[in-house]
Structure formats: C-alpha cells, structure tokens
DNA sequence: TGGGGTCCT
DNA sequence: AGGACCC
C-alpha cells in the first residue's frame, strides 16, 4: 500500500467556548473590538462553580476556569482557580460552563459548514472544536487546472498573477476564490525558518516546484475555508496545513488565534524534534508513564544519561528525575521531547513497550510519519452518553433520583440528535442502555484511581414511543438503570458518578413490548377504556422537602423535582406490611421482584403478558442478527454459532477492497457480537423474570410551577461596584472578590 | 477539571 | 467491559 501525497486542514476554533457565549449572549455585543471588559470566561467545570451559591463553601477554591485570549492576556490562566482569576482580572465574567447545549450546535454548525465546502465530506470531526479536513482531491484537481492550457471562461483573473481556485465539483458551474501566483497564506515553516506572509515582504520561498504550489495552494483553501466560517459564522479559527494529520495539528498549534501555519514536508523533522512528545496525538498520559519508566532503568543499566546534549546534565536534573516515581510532571515534559526520546529509543524497544502494532504506530509518528486518513464523521453520532458527577451518592433512594433526572435529560438528547424534526421519524434507535458508575475510594487508599465500571441492558421500547418524557425516563429507571446499579454496587456504596449511554445506534425499530400493543389498542379500539392506573401512590414521586436549594436551568441535571425515590411494591404485598419495611429492603424488593400492571377490564393474568414481552423482544433481535441459529442461545458452544452468524452478516457489509480493512471490521463485528448478545442475555432474563412494564404515574410530579419563573441561570447581574456584567449565580463569587480585595 | 466523544483490546 | 486516546 503505498501513500500518494495528501492535503490536510486542520482547524481550531480559538477559545470555542468564550466565542460561543460572546455570540450567543445578548449582554454582550457581538464585535471583535470590544474591549476586554467585555470577554467572556466559561467555566467548563461549572458544577463545581455554582456549588459555592448554593451555599457550599468547600467547593469555592477548587472551581476551575478556562478563558479567551483577551483574558489570557490579563493573566488569566487556562485551568485557574476561579478566585485566582478573579484576582488577576476582576472584570472577568464567569459562565456556567455546564449546560453544553449552545457549544453542541454551535460546533454542528461549523461541522456542516465545512462539509459543504469539502469534496467528499472529508471531515472528521474532533471534540467540540476541531475539524481535519483532507483536501486531496480539491488542490490536485486544483493543480491540473492549472495546468490546462486555456483556463476556462470563470478563471478570467482580475489581475494578471491571480489564480484561481475552482472549488465546485467537476461538471458544475465554477465557484472559488483568486489568489496571487507564488504566495501562500498565513505563516509558512519551511527549512529557511517560520515566515510570515505579507505584501510587504515579497513571496520567498517561491513556489520553485508544483508540490510546493500545491501545498501554497492548500494554505489559500485552508484561508478561504477559515473566511468561510468566519464571515458565516463569527467564528475565528486557527488552522494548520501539512500533508499528514499529525503535522497539520502541529502547524496549527504554533500560531494562534486567528491565525494559520503551513508546514512543508521538508521541513517536518527538524519541526518535529524540539516538539514535547505529548503534544502528539496518540501520545498520552499513560504513554509518557511508561516512557518514563523505560528510560530511567535504561540509563541506570547502562550508564547512558538523560543529559540533553548540552554537554554535562546537572546533577539536581538528575535527582529530579529519580524522585519522580509518579510519572512525569512539568519539567519533566517540556524535557521529553521527539528528538530526546528518539535519541534514546528504537523502534524494536517501541514495539517491545507497547506491542508491535501500537508500539510500531507511535515510532512512526515520532518520526514524523503518520498514515492515518481523514475518517469523515458521520452525521449521526454512534454514540449518546451523559453524566453527572457528585460528592456522594450513598442509597438507592438518592440513586433513583440522580438516575431519573439523568435518564430525561438523555431522553431529550436523543430526541434532539435522532429524530428527524420534519418527520418526527427517529434515525436511529439505540438499542442498549450502558450504566457506569466510580466508586469513591475507600479507606485510606490515597492514590485513588479513576475506576469505572460499566454494565448494559437493552433500551426499553418506550423510550421510543409518545408520552411525556418524564414517565419514559422513569420507564428506563425501572426497567434498565436500577436492575444494573443492582449489578454495579453491593449495599453500602458510596459512588461519585453516573452515567448514562445510548448506544448501539440502530436504523431498525425495536419490538414493540406488548404492554405497548396493548396500551395502544386500548386507544384505537372505540370502546372507552381508562387508563392503567398506577399502582403507586403520588407520594412515590415526591416533590422536594428542602426548598432551601433554589434550582434554576443549569441545575437541570441535577435532581430537582423529586428527592425521594420510593419503590414499587409487588402486587401481592400487603401495603401496610410494605411500608413498614426497610426502606432499603424496600428497593431490594421492587428491582429484583419486577411488578406487573394489569390493564383493567383485559382479565388478563399477567404471565401471557410477560411471556409474550420475552418472545416479542428475542424476535426483534433475532431479525438483525439475519441467522436462525440465533434463536439456540442456551449453552457456551451454541453461543460460539451465533457469533459465527454475526460474523457473517457483518462480513458481507464489508468494503472487501482492502486487505487492511478486514482487521478493523473483524474489530467491530466482535463488538456488535457482543452488544447484540448483551442484549439477548438480558431479554431471556427478563423473560423469566417477569420483565413487565411499570407504569409510574404521580399527579405530584409536577412541581416546576413555583420554579419556573425565577431562573438564576439565564439572568444577568450587573454589579454596582465595577459594573461587570454576568450571570445572576456568579454574584456570590464575584462579591467574595471585591471583599477579598477590600479587606 | 468535567462532560463529553473515538477506537482498540 | 475496560482501557487508551482525543477535546
């Protein structure tokens, strides 16, 4: 396989989060000139910075920022303190950085603007704010254009050393933009140096070969793309052009903001070397550990040392060096870059660290070459997840909160990604829900790890289907969330986080339950039926006790309308004799013990009910799986046939044209395997269990009257003393300031 | 930092 | 299911 030369963009939105609440807030003009004052800091951990307004001290100090250049500028710091940022820059503006929504489709819309500029959406997308675009085939045919001895009619230059770039598909009418001849845009880094393009500074280098007009060409789309969002969007981004993925991220990081670097081929190695090997991508925190690790017992066996070059190393640098038994801090990463590890390496000792395919990979790209291709990303995510993390989380009850009000902010997630706003049609069905949860670290273990654990159940249908988006979260609660904390935690628990992901993203529908072929004839039929009732009573859905914690908008994920979670009792349990359990007995009880609801005036008994629901839903997986072998999942060997049946299928999606491919679809066919299997194991123990629909209903819910009106997260807070503007919840913090400053 | 994502093993 | 990586 070899590797023709390829055009990469690679663009950065500077500061995305200070840029999309400069645009999007009303309180603030929407002009580059505006002075400082007028800038914006979002906090992206903004959890912890409006815990101090609800009162908790304790967190105050430990609320970080991050902030735009401007603020930078006044000593702000990237992940600062919030009260040391306040110092610095009083005048700073604090956002709650928690609520991501704006920052989502301000990014979608970058996204899709670029895929409308790129040939073959060639774009893949990179968090929030970072796009790689693979321009190839744009500044070849660029190029041949060129080359054609009568320009067509559009190319008429405007002045005689102008080009023209054709940006509109072959066949179509021509669009693009002139450029002079033997100019590039922005800064270029060649072997003579970092230059800065300007008119006053004549072109030099001079495009002296067509690969390095080619490249000059590049870094004219790469402006043109960045005019584009600019001039559509408000945005100002950083870019870098390189012909690999790894060198246009790095060309883009050594000019920012508003700014864009072209890196020639050339010139890569001796760019590359002084590079800290941890602003390579695919090189991270553990990475560096280990290489760490390595270097110190090498040099201890063989006496080479970690002096630099610089001739003699100092003695308190080696000292350091021992000391760090945790792995790599500061000094020690600005120390560690490409050309001293390379010094010290070889590709055999990569491969022997980290395994011949990663290890192999990652001395590539310490030598400058990284093969990866642009993958565009699809529209649709495969994957929805969301999170909050907390202090404590100790009992079923609170968990059954936190769980609830997580499962409706997904729901909306999902609806807001996946359905077609024209059709109402979903997109996609997620047909697993994944649970995980970190543990707080118990005892004295002081170097506690970020542990994480996970487990997945089948999505309930009726996430899919109307109703209010509370009931299906709270359908999803019952029937998925709590049976899998169940697996998750033993009884005295104590866990930091939950989250919560939709995920294996299918086009097909799942099985309707039966439960939901009832409710839904019960509607068609003519005959007047009243609704299930609920067999709990209001109260198992209460509205808060403590009114003390003023919720707003940005509390949204945090539980606000319900403190307590109750469980439901089994329909043959005297409720006097339940409410007189255990509270914790109580959840025991309900999540293993499903309860059944039996519509009224169907007679029925409820185990048709569940029998069916068991059948129904190991049909619907059976249908994607496209093997009849699938319905035997009773024993490990007739488990391996099903896998083999996957395998299959997966196979003959396969693009086939590529050796190399079928390793990586082998790859996702055993993880499809798998969920597939995840889901089927489920739907056989919910068989035999009773896996029957709850209906929850509470007339009491509703709490949000009282609410709604005053919403500390939307309003705007001038302060009488300096006249800063901001969020109404940031006044308690910036008030903290000026008495600091006072006193 | 926290609240997202991706792919690989 | 977990671990690495990315932002």
Same mark, same amino acid.
């Given at each position: 396989?070899?590797?023709?030369?390829?055009?990469?963009?690679?663009?950065?939105?500077?500061?995305?989060?200070?840029?999309?609440?400069?645009?999007?807030?009303?309180?603030? &003009?929407?002009?580059?000139?505006?002075?400082?004052?007028?800038?914006?800091?979002?906090?992206?951990?903004?959890?912890?910075?409006?815990?101090?307004?609800?009162?908790?001290?304790?967190?105050?100090?430990?609320?970080?920022?991050?902030?735009?250049?401007?603020?930078?500028?006044?000593?702000?710091?990237?992940?600062?303190?919030?009260?040391?940022?306040?110092?610095?820059?009083?005048?700073?503006?604090?956002?709650?950085?928690?609520?991501?929504?704006?920052?989502?489709?301000?990014?979608?819309?970058?996204?899709?603007?670029?895929?409308?500029?790129?040939?073959?959406?060639?774009?893949?997308?990179?968090?929030?704010?970072?796009?790689?675009?693979?321009?190839?085939?744009?500044?070849?045919?660029? =190029?041949?254009?060129?080359?054609?001895?009568?320009?067509?009619?559009?190319?008429?230059?405007?002045?005689?050393?102008?080009?023209?770039?054709?940006?509109?598909?072959?066949?179509?009418? *021509?669009?693009?933009?002139?450029?002079?001849?033997?100019?590039?845009?922005?800064?270029?880094?060649?072997?003579?140096?970092?230059?800065?393009?300007?008119?006053?500074?004549?072109?030099?280098?001079?495009?002296?070969?067509?690969?390095?007009?080619?490249?000059?060409?590049?870094?004219? &789309?790469?402006?043109?793309?960045?005019?584009?969002?600019?001039?559509?969007?408000?945005?100002?981004?950083?870019?870098?052009?390189?012909?690999?993925?790894? =060198?246009?991220?790095?060309?883009?990081?050594?000019?920012?903001?508003?700014?864009?670097?072209?890196?020639?081929?050339?010139?890569?190695?001796?760019?590359?070397?002084?590079?800290?090997?941890?602003?390579?991508?695919?090189?991270?925190?553990?990475? =560096?550990?280990?290489?760490?690790?390595?270097?110190?017992?090498?040099?201890?066996?063989?006496?080479?040392? =970690?002096?630099?070059?610089?001739?003699?190393?100092?003695?308190?640098?080696?000292?350091?060096?021992?000391?760090?038994?945790?792995?790599?801090?500061?000094?020690?990463?600005?120390?560690?870059?490409?050309?001293?590890?390379?010094?010290?390496?070889?590709?055999?000792?990569?491969?022997?660290?980290?395994?011949?395919?990663?290890?192999?990979?990652?001395?590539?790209?310490?030598?400058?070459?990284?093969?990866?291709?642009?993958?565009?990303?699809?529209?649709?995510?495969?994957?929805?997840?969301?999170?909050?993390?907390?202090?404590?989380?100790?009992?079923?009850?609170?968990?059954?909160?936190?769980?609830?009000?997580?499962?409706?902010?997904?729901?909306?997630?999902?609806?807001?990604?996946?359905?077609?706003?024209?059709?109402?049609?979903?997109?996609?069905?997620?047909?697993?829900?994944? &649970?995980?949860?970190?543990?707080?670290?118990?005892?004295?273990?002081?170097?506690?790890?970020?542990?994480?654990?996970?487990?997945?159940?089948?999505?309930?249908?009726?996430?899919?289907?109307?109703?209010?988006?509370?009931?299906?979260?709270?359908?999803?609660?019952?029937?998925?969330?709590?049976? &899998?904390?169940?697996?998750?935690?033993?009884?005295?628990?104590?866990?930091?986080?939950?989250?919560?992901?939709?995920?294996?993203?299918?086009?097909?529908?799942?099985?309707?339950?039966?439960?939901?072929?009832?409710?839904?004839?019960?509607?068609?039929? *003519?005959?007047?039926?009243? *609704?299930?009732?609920?067999?709990?009573?209001?109260?198992?859905?209460?509205?808060?006790?403590?009114?003390?914690?003023?919720?707003?908008?940005?509390?949204?994920?945090?539980?606000?309308?319900?403190?307590?979670?109750?469980?439901?009792?089994?329909?043959?349990?005297?409720?006097?004799?339940?409410?007189?359990?255990?509270?914790?007995?109580?959840?025991?009880?309900?999540?293993?013990?499903?309860?059944?609801?039996?519509?009224?005036?169907?007679?029925?008994?409820?185990?048709?009910?569940?029998?069916?629901?068991?059948?129904?839903?190991?049909?619907?997986?059976?249908?994607?799986?496209?093997?009849?072998?699938?319905?035997?999942?009773?024993?490990?060997?007739?488990?391996?046939?099903?896998?083999?049946?996957?395998?299959?299928?997966?196979?003959?999606?396969?693009?086939?044209?590529?050796?190399?491919?079928?390793?990586?679809?082998?790859?996702?066919?055993?993880?499809?395997?798998?969920?597939?299997?995840?889901?089927?194991?489920?739907?056989?123990?919910?068989?035999?269990?009773?896996?029957?629909?709850?209906?929850?209903?509470?007339?009491?819910?509703?709490?949000?009257?009282?609410?709604?009106?005053?919403?500390?997260?939307?309003?705007?807070?001038?302060?009488?003393?300096?006249?800063?503007?901001?969020?109404?919840?940031?006044?308690?913090?910036?008030?903290?300031?000026?008495?600091?400053?006072?006193?």
């Amino acid at each position: 396989m070899h590797h023709e030369c390829r055009y990469i963009i690679q663009t950065d939105i500077d500061f995305f989060y200070g840029q999309v609440n400069y645009l999007t807030s009303c309180s603030f &003009l929407p002009s580059f000139e505006q002075p400082a004052q007028r800038d914006l800091v979002p906090n992206r951990a903004g959890r912890t910075a409006r815990e101090p307004l609800l009162g908790t001290e304790a967190f105050r100090d430990s609320a970080k920022v991050t902030c735009n250049y401007l603020a930078r500028a006044k000593g702000v710091g990237k992940l600062q303190l919030i009260t040391d940022a306040l110092k610095c820059c009083p005048e700073l503006v604090i956002v709650n950085g928690e609520d991501l929504d704006r920052y989502r489709a301000a990014s979608k819309k970058v996204f899709h603007l670029a895929r409308s500029l790129v040939w073959g959406e060639k774009v893949e997308r990179l968090g929030m704010d970072e796009l790689f675009m693979d321009v190839t085939d744009m500044v070849v045919a660029h =190029m041949a254009d060129l080359d054609r001895p009568s320009p067509s009619s559009s190319m008429v230059p405007e002045h005689d050393n102008d080009l023209f770039f054709n940006l509109s598909l072959p066949g179509l009418l *021509p669009a693009g933009f002139h450029y002079k001849r033997d100019t590039w845009a922005g800064h270029l880094i060649s072997l003579s140096g970092d230059h800065l393009f300007d008119l006053t500074s004549p072109a030099s280098p001079p495009a002296s070969d067509s690969a390095l007009q080619a490249l000059y060409a590049a870094s004219h &789309l790469a402006a043109h793309i960045r005019g584009m969002i600019r001039s559509t969007l408000s945005f100002t981004c950083s870019a870098g052009v390189a012909t690999s993925k790894l =060198m246009a991220k790095l060309a883009a990081d050594t000019h920012k903001p508003d700014a864009q670097t072209l890196l020639v081929p050339e010139a890569g190695e001796s760019f590359i070397g002084p590079v800290p090997i941890k602003k390579i991508m695919g090189i991270g925190l553990k990475t =560096m550990k280990i290489l760490c690790e390595r270097l110190r017992e090498d040099r201890e066996e063989t006496g080479v040392g =970690m002096e630099d070059g610089n001739g003699r190393e100092e003695e308190d640098e080696e000292k350091l060096m021992m000391k760090q038994g945790d792995g790599p801090d500061a000094w020690m990463n600005n120390k560690m870059t490409v050309a001293f590890v390379k010094a010290r390496t070889s590709r055999e000792k990569f491969e022997d660290w980290f395994g011949q395919k990663a290890g192999g990979h990652m001395w590539e790209l310490l030598n400058g070459e990284d093969y990866a291709e642009v993958i565009p990303t699809p529209t649709i995510p495969t994957q929805i997840s969301i999170e909050d993390s907390f202090q404590h989380c100790t009992t079923l009850s609170d968990a059954g909160v936190r769980l609830v009000s997580l499962a409706t902010d997904l729901i909306r997630r999902l609806e807001t990604d996946l359905v077609d706003p024209a059709t109402g049609a979903w997109a996609r069905y997620p047909r697993t829900v994944r &649970l995980t949860t970190r543990a707080r670290s118990r005892g004295s273990e002081w170097a506690w790890k970020e542990r994480r654990e996970s487990r997945s159940a089948p999505m309930p249908v009726e996430v899919f289907e109307k109703g209010e988006i509370e009931e299906r979260a709270k359908k999803v609660t019952e029937a998925s969330l709590l049976p &899998l904390l169940r697996k998750l935690v033993k009884e005295p628990f104590d866990v930091t986080l939950f989250n919560i992901a939709a995920v294996q993203l299918s086009t097909e529908k799942p099985a309707s339950s039966i439960t939901g072929f009832f409710s839904s004839a019960l509607t068609q039929s *003519p005959q007047r039926k009243p *609704p299930p009732q609920p067999l709990l009573s209001a109260r198992d859905w209460q509205s808060p006790a403590s009114s003390s914690s003023s919720s707003s908008q940005i509390d949204s994920v945090t539980p606000r309308n319900v403190s307590h979670y109750l469980p439901s009792p089994p329909p043959d349990v005297d409720p006097s004799v339940w409410h007189d359990l255990p509270y914790e007995i109580q959840v025991e009880i309900a999540t293993h013990y499903r309860v059944e609801v039996v519509a009224e005036g169907l007679d029925g008994d409820g185990v048709g009910t569940r029998v069916g629901n068991g059948v129904g839903r190991a049909v619907g997986v059976r249908k994607r799986g496209d093997d009849d072998e699938t319905k035997d999942l009773d024993e490990d060997g007739v488990g391996a046939r099903v896998e083999d049946g996957v395998d299959r299928a997966v196979g003959a999606t396969k693009r086939g044209d590529d050796g190399e491919a079928a390793e990586g679809d082998e790859d996702r066919s055993k993880r499809q395997k798998r969920d597939e299997l995840a889901t089927l194991e489920y739907d056989r123990e919910g068989e035999w269990e009773g896996l029957d629909d709850l209906d929850i209903v509470n007339d009491e819910w509703d709490v949000d009257g009282k609410d709604k009106g005053n919403d500390p997260g939307s309003g705007d807070y001038v302060c009488p003393q300096c006249g800063s503007h901001m969020f109404a919840w940031c006044r308690d913090a910036h008030e903290v300031f000026h008495r600091q400053r006072e006193g």
